[in-house]
């Protein structure tokens, strides 16, 4: 059982990306086409449990992994599902108190184009 043997490559590949286990594996496998889908699922779900990657489940019931250096917010197409990633600091009035220190956060914004 391999269950770190991956590790270094899936942290690469999740660089600010967000991506399921299914789209981990098939880009692991191109790179080591030996390995098992379970392995890579094994080291994802370690890695999100040591916050190397963060896990994120939006409303479709999907699971997307990703590897990010800065807080964002999730914007998501309802229609396409993309994501798109807003800097909070980008946000306009977005102030905490000087005492108050954030570790984590996941706030999630669904979306559509809005038709004229």
Do not use: G
């Not at 059982?1 to 990306?17: A, G, L, R, S, V």
């Not at 080291?43 to 990010?68: D, G, H, P, R």
């Not at 000087?98 to 809005?114: G, L, P, R, T, V």
């Amino acid at each position: 059982m391999k269950t770190k043997f991956y590790t270094k490559d899936i942290i690469e590949i999740c660089d600010n990306k967000h991506l399921t286990v299914d789209e981990i594996f098939e880009l692991i496998s191109k790179k080591y086409p030996l390995a098992w889908k379970s392995s890579i699922y094994r080291n994802v779900e370690e890695l999100s449990l040591s916050w190397e990657l963060k896990k994120v489940v939006w409303a479709s019931k999907k699971t997307y992994f990703e590897k990010s250096k800065h807080p964002h917010i999730h914007l998501i197409d309802e229609e396409t599902w993309k994501i798109i990633d807003i800097d909070i600091d980008k946000i306009p009035n977005f102030s905490l108190p000087n005492w108050f220190e954030i570790n984590d956060f996941d706030i999630k914004f669904y979306w559509k184009f809005k038709k004229n």
